[in-house]
């Protein structure tokens, strides 16, 4: 099983620039997470999704977009980079309820220069 | 709100002996999950092991298990018989079961060094 699948693992942007990062999980999970991760700290929710065509905002929205339009894809837009989007970004996903773990893609480590 | 507090420095523990790793909690949901997981240095989040917020028994995963004091908002992790391979970042999180309390909060970790 391919679990969750991010692609790319590394990125360097140039700052204002765009890109987008890929999540695809085959788990038929309908909750999915966009984290991020700065050098040691915890993971930050920035978007979930609690089904297709359903996104809410987390804790640190700001500078990103998401979509939902199936229940295996959640791409993170990142419309004009910034310095401050320099992170380690998870996606995640989960069967719904306070009982079932999140199960995390390997990351993709983005830098804005 | 959901809050996690991890508050130890970087813990050093000795090949073969036991580690306690602190995590307390603050929720307004009556029913909610508490969850470890494992980073190590490769970066890959590793899920460890879960307590319910209603179970009577403390969780227990090989050699994990989550010492759960409920009245106290505490769910420390054990790890018993430290192996070198345990060394890594440790997170406590909790979720809850409804609504935006549905995703999942960190803490900000503790560094684990498992000596030789």
């Known amino acids: 099983n391919a679990g969750v699948t991010q692609t790319p693992k590394f990125r360097i942007l140039k700052i204002g620039q765009s890109m987008t990062l890929q999540c695809a999980q085959d788990?038929?999970?309908?909750?999915m997470y966009w984290y991020r991760q700065d050098p040691g700290m915890g993971l930050k929710l920035i978007y979930y999704s609690v089904g297709a065509g359903i996104t809410d905002k987390g804790e640190v929205p700001n500078g990103y977009n998401v979509s939902r339009s199936t229940t295996e894809d959640f791409p993170l837009r990142l419309e004009l980079a910034a310095p401050s989007q320099t992170s380690v970004y998870f996606c995640a996903s989960s069967l719904p309820g306070g009982n079932s773990p999140l199960h995390f893609g390997n990351g993709t480590r983005l830098t804005v220069t | 709100a959901q809050k996690i507090t991890q508050t130890q420095p970087g813990m050093f523990v000795q090949e073969k002996e036991a580690v306690t790793l602190d995590c307390t909690y603050d929720t307004s949901d009556p029913s909610y999950g508490l969850f470890w997981y494992k980073q190590p240095s490769s970066g890959e989040m590793i899920f460890l092991i879960y307590q319910g917020s209603y179970d009577q028994q403390n969780a227990t995963e090989g050699r994990y298990s989550l010492n759960f004091q409920k009245a106290r908002k505490s769910a420390n992790l054990v790890i018993s018989a430290s192996q070198l391979g345990d060394s890594a970042m440790y997170f406590c999180?909790?979720?809850?079961?409804?609504?935006?309390?549905?995703?999942?909060?960190f803490g900000k970790g503790i560094t684990l060094s498992v000596r030789p």
């Open positions: 788990m038929n999970h309908n909750y």
């Open positions: 999180a909790m979720r809850g079961r409804i609504g935006a309390n549905s995703k999942l909060t």
